[in-house]
């Protein structure tokens, strides 16, 4: 892989994270609550993918700690428009 391809797949990480939102597969979470224990804001992210629905907690940093401790991939980046709606 180029260092040019290299680094705009980094910027489209960021991208997502920063236009995102954690969303959860539910069906399988067997609730250990590592993604939780791991939220350096202390969010309750188990209890989002129990209820099965995104993390909509609006001190959610996105900082990718629950996305990257979950052992079993339960937890995604998905692009939100929250922040576009508003824009014309």
Not at 46 to 66: K, P
Request: proline share 3%; hydrophobic share 35%.
């Amino acid at each position: 892989m180029s260092l040019e391809k290299a680094l705009k797949h980094e910027v489209k990480k960021r991208e997502v994270r920063t236009a995102g939102v954690v969303v959860p597969d539910s069906s399988r979470c067997v609730q250990c609550g590592i993604c939780s224990y791991n939220c350096p804001i202390g969010i309750d992210v188990r209890a989002h993918v129990w209820i099965r629905v995104s993390v909509s907690d609006s001190h959610c940093l996105t900082c990718g700690e629950c996305v990257a401790r979950c052992p079993r991939g339960v937890l995604s980046f998905q692009r939100s428009n929250i922040f576009t709606q508003g824009e014309a």
